[in-house]
Protein backbone atom coordinates (compact mmCIF):
# COMPACT_ATOMS: atom_id res chain seq x y z
CA UNK A 1 0.00 0.00 0.00
CA UNK A 2 1.15 3.48 -1.17
CA UNK A 3 -0.52 6.42 1.33
CA UNK A 4 -0.37 9.96 0.71
CA UNK A 5 -1.48 12.49 3.51
CA UNK A 6 -2.36 16.00 1.99
CA UNK A 7 -3.32 18.28 4.88
CA UNK A 8 -4.39 21.46 5.85
CA UNK A 9 -3.01 22.87 8.75
CA UNK A 10 -2.84 26.96 10.13
CA UNK A 11 -0.93 26.76 13.78
CA UNK A 12 0.46 23.13 12.69
CA UNK A 13 -1.34 20.68 14.64
CA UNK A 14 -2.62 19.39 11.80
CA UNK A 15 0.40 19.00 10.07
CA UNK A 16 1.76 17.29 13.39
CA UNK A 17 -0.94 14.79 13.21
CA UNK A 18 0.27 13.98 9.25
CA UNK A 19 3.76 13.51 10.38
CA UNK A 20 2.48 11.55 13.22
CA UNK A 21 0.65 8.74 10.85
CA UNK A 22 3.25 8.93 8.82
CA UNK A 23 5.42 6.91 11.86
CA UNK A 24 2.50 4.72 12.43
CA UNK A 25 2.37 3.80 8.98
CA UNK A 26 6.43 3.41 8.84
CA UNK A 27 6.02 1.42 11.53
CA UNK A 28 3.37 -0.74 9.74
CA UNK A 29 5.82 -0.94 6.51
CA UNK A 30 3.64 0.74 4.48
CA UNK A 31 5.07 3.57 2.21
CA UNK A 32 3.57 7.17 3.34
CA UNK A 33 4.17 10.40 2.13
CA UNK A 34 2.73 13.60 3.34
CA UNK A 35 2.37 16.65 1.67
CA UNK A 36 0.58 20.52 3.24
CA UNK A 37 -2.20 21.09 0.41
CA UNK A 38 -0.81 23.69 -1.37
CA UNK A 39 2.60 21.69 -1.91
CA UNK A 40 1.44 18.19 -3.10
CA UNK A 41 2.42 16.23 -5.84
CA UNK A 42 -0.01 15.42 -8.21
CA UNK A 43 1.90 12.32 -9.36
CA UNK A 44 1.83 11.01 -5.62
CA UNK A 45 -1.67 11.11 -5.43
CA UNK A 46 -2.01 9.53 -8.58
CA UNK A 47 0.06 6.87 -7.88
CA UNK A 48 -1.23 6.11 -4.30
CA UNK A 49 -3.72 3.22 -3.22
CA UNK A 50 -5.05 5.70 0.02
CA UNK A 51 -5.24 8.62 0.29
CA UNK A 52 -5.76 10.85 3.45
CA UNK A 53 -7.59 14.34 3.69
CA UNK A 54 -7.13 16.02 6.85
CA UNK A 55 -8.05 19.89 7.98
CA UNK A 56 -8.73 22.55 10.86
CA UNK A 57 -11.57 22.96 11.87
CA UNK A 58 -12.52 26.74 11.82
CA UNK A 59 -16.00 27.89 12.98
CA UNK A 60 -17.43 29.69 16.13
CA UNK A 61 -16.33 27.11 18.52
CA UNK A 62 -20.11 25.67 18.85
CA UNK A 63 -21.85 26.48 15.74
CA UNK A 64 -20.52 26.71 11.96
CA UNK A 65 -17.55 24.59 12.02
CA UNK A 66 -16.10 23.74 8.70
CA UNK A 67 -12.88 22.36 7.10
CA UNK A 68 -10.35 25.48 7.36
CA UNK A 69 -8.39 26.22 4.49
CA UNK A 70 -10.59 24.41 2.43
CA UNK A 71 -10.38 26.10 -0.82
CA UNK A 72 -6.47 25.12 -0.53
CA UNK A 73 -7.66 21.71 -0.05
CA UNK A 74 -9.40 21.60 -3.23
CA UNK A 75 -7.24 23.75 -5.30
CA UNK A 76 -4.91 20.80 -4.10
CA UNK A 77 -6.87 18.16 -5.58
CA UNK A 78 -7.96 19.92 -8.52
CA UNK A 79 -11.40 21.44 -8.07
CA UNK A 80 -10.03 24.64 -8.20
CA UNK A 81 -8.09 26.11 -11.00
CA UNK A 82 -9.86 25.40 -13.83
CA UNK A 83 -8.97 21.32 -13.82
CA UNK A 84 -11.65 18.77 -14.02
CA UNK A 85 -11.45 17.77 -10.60
CA UNK A 86 -11.11 14.20 -11.11
CA UNK A 87 -8.07 14.10 -9.01
CA UNK A 88 -10.08 11.53 -6.37
CA UNK A 89 -11.93 9.61 -9.14
CA UNK A 90 -11.80 6.15 -7.91
CA UNK A 91 -9.76 6.62 -5.11
CA UNK A 92 -10.20 5.65 -1.43
CA UNK A 93 -9.80 8.47 0.67
CA UNK A 94 -9.91 8.88 4.48
CA UNK A 95 -10.31 12.16 6.29
CA UNK A 96 -9.58 13.54 9.92
CA UNK A 97 -9.83 16.84 10.85
CA UNK A 98 -8.47 18.51 14.41
CA UNK A 99 -10.58 20.66 16.99
CA UNK A 100 -10.01 22.33 20.15
CA UNK A 101 -14.01 21.89 21.45
CA UNK A 102 -16.34 20.52 19.20
CA UNK A 103 -15.67 19.84 15.19
CA UNK A 104 -19.28 20.02 14.54
CA UNK A 105 -19.96 18.60 11.02
CA UNK A 106 -16.26 19.58 9.95
CA UNK A 107 -16.03 15.77 9.41
CA UNK A 108 -19.17 14.94 6.76
CA UNK A 109 -18.24 18.06 5.19
CA UNK A 110 -14.90 16.93 4.04
CA UNK A 111 -16.00 13.56 3.29
CA UNK A 112 -18.98 15.05 1.09
CA UNK A 113 -15.73 16.86 -1.06
CA UNK A 114 -13.75 13.41 -1.02
CA UNK A 115 -17.41 11.95 -2.80
CA UNK A 116 -18.11 14.96 -4.84
CA UNK A 117 -14.84 14.32 -6.71
CA UNK A 118 -15.69 10.82 -6.97
CA UNK A 119 -13.19 9.10 -3.86
CA UNK A 120 -14.42 5.60 -2.40
CA UNK A 121 -14.31 7.43 1.18
CA UNK A 122 -13.26 4.17 3.65
CA UNK A 123 -12.57 6.16 7.01
CA UNK A 124 -12.85 9.38 8.96
CA UNK A 125 -11.49 10.68 12.36
CA UNK A 126 -12.24 13.73 14.89
CA UNK A 127 -9.02 14.31 16.73
CA UNK A 128 -8.87 16.65 19.63
CA UNK A 129 -5.50 19.01 19.50
CA UNK A 130 -4.59 17.31 22.50
CA UNK A 131 -4.68 13.78 21.79
CA UNK A 132 -2.74 14.04 18.45
CA UNK A 133 -0.62 11.01 18.64
CA UNK A 134 -3.64 8.69 20.01
CA UNK A 135 -5.62 9.93 17.77
CA UNK A 136 -3.45 9.02 14.73
CA UNK A 137 -2.67 5.94 15.69
CA UNK A 138 -6.53 5.14 16.36
CA UNK A 139 -6.64 6.24 12.87
CA UNK A 140 -4.24 4.85 10.85
CA UNK A 141 -5.38 1.35 13.05
CA UNK A 142 -8.82 1.72 11.46
CA UNK A 143 -7.73 2.54 7.97
CA UNK A 144 -5.13 -0.53 8.16
CA UNK A 145 -7.97 -2.77 9.23
CA UNK A 146 -10.33 -1.30 6.49
CA UNK A 147 -7.76 -1.38 3.52
CA UNK A 148 -7.77 -5.47 4.33
CA UNK A 149 -11.43 -6.05 4.08
C1 LIG B 1 -9.97 30.94 13.39
C2 LIG B 1 -10.11 29.65 14.16
C3 LIG B 1 -11.36 29.10 14.37
C4 LIG B 1 -11.51 27.91 15.08
N1 LIG B 1 -12.76 27.39 15.26
C5 LIG B 1 -12.90 26.24 15.97
C6 LIG B 1 -14.21 25.69 16.18
O1 LIG B 1 -15.22 26.21 15.74
N2 LIG B 1 -14.31 24.54 16.91
C7 LIG B 1 -13.22 23.92 17.44
O2 LIG B 1 -13.36 22.88 18.09
N3 LIG B 1 -11.96 24.40 17.23
C8 LIG B 1 -11.78 25.54 16.51
N4 LIG B 1 -10.53 26.06 16.31
C9 LIG B 1 -9.36 25.32 16.83
C10 LIG B 1 -8.62 24.56 15.75
O3 LIG B 1 -9.47 23.82 14.92
C11 LIG B 1 -7.61 23.58 16.38
O4 LIG B 1 -6.75 24.27 17.25
C12 LIG B 1 -6.85 22.84 15.31
O5 LIG B 1 -6.19 21.73 15.89
C13 LIG B 1 -5.80 23.75 14.66
O6 LIG B 1 -5.13 23.02 13.69
P1 LIG B 1 -3.84 23.63 12.97
O7 LIG B 1 -2.82 23.87 14.04
O8 LIG B 1 -3.41 22.55 12.03
O9 LIG B 1 -4.23 24.88 12.27
C14 LIG B 1 -10.36 27.25 15.61
C15 LIG B 1 -9.10 27.81 15.39
C16 LIG B 1 -8.97 28.99 14.68
C17 LIG B 1 -7.58 29.59 14.47
Do not use: H
Not at 10 to 15: D, E, Y
Not at 64 to 73: A, F, H, K, S
Amino acid sequence: MDVVVVYESKTGTTRRAALAMGDEFFTRGVRCRTYPAKGVDPAAIAAADLVILGSWVDGLFAVGQRPGGRRNLERALGLMGGTDGTTLRGKRVAVYCTYAVAPGRTLSKMEALATDLGAEVVGGLAIRRDRISEGAATFVEAVADLSTV
